[in-house]
């Protein structure tokens, strides 16, 4: 069985709320909700982490630093970490590819905090043959740099790769290179569209 099927992680297989770790940082910060979020969303501190250009403590320190953080890192870990919740519709249809004998990957820029806290809360995390990390390989969608990496690890390339993820530019720069490549909007939607490029 020549195909692979790859999925992004946030917003495919498990949604995440980065204003549930604001509010619980903010608790703890001298700068106010807005304020912290702001820092978050446009310091470039979160994207330079997720690209591996940070570690863990250097995050945590310039964050510290940004926004007045007042308690530990393991705190800010736990808080910046557990933002998760899991989309079953979505790993039921990853489970259903695994019983059918399709090869599994996640293909996802993220973090290791974050990728630890899956791991630790959602048990079909596991269930995957390989992993592509933006933070590991030092590049994030739609870098052509991940998707060569993906491809490395699996072997395939082109039609082989079914690939699912809800940015519409991450979508487009697998389609160029040839991929089975699916804009996730719904579950319904996914699904279906799945099982046409499976036919």
Do not use: C
């Not at 940070?54 to 940004?66: M, V």
């Not at 395939?156 to 804009?183: C, H, K, T």
């Not at 579950?187 to 099982?195: C, F, G, I, L, N």
């Amino acid at each position: 069985m020549n195909l692979v099927v790859a999925f992004d992680l946030g917003k495919v297989l498990v949604d995440f709320d980065y204003s549930i770790a604001a509010r619980k940082i903010a608790a703890r910060s001298t700068l106010s909700l807005e304020q912290i979020a702001q820092f978050i969303g446009t310091s470039g501190i979160t994207v330079n982490y997720e690209l591996g250009q940070l570690n863990r403590r250097e995050f945590f320190e310039q964050a510290r630093r940004g926004i007045g953080f007042q308690g530990t890192f393991e705190e800010f870990g736990e808080y910046f970490g557990n933002i998760f919740t899991a989309i079953p519709p979505m790993i039921e249809l990853h489970a259903t590819l695994r019983q059918r004998g399709f090869p599994t990957y996640i293909f996802s820029n993220t973090n290791d905090l974050a990728v630890e806290d899956i791991h630790r809360h959602f048990p079909f995390f596991k269930n995957f043959d390989g992993y592509i990390f933006s933070y590991e390989v030092g590049a994030m969608k739609p870098d052509p740099k991940i998707y060569e990496a993906l491809e490395k690890l699996t072997g395939r390339r082109g039609a082989d790769i079914l690939y699912l993820d809800d940015r519409p530019e991450n979508v487009a720069a697998g389609s160029a290179r040839g991929w089975r490549a699916i804009l996730h909007e719904t579950p319904e939607k996914s699904r279906t569209a799945v099982e046409r490029f499976l036919l």
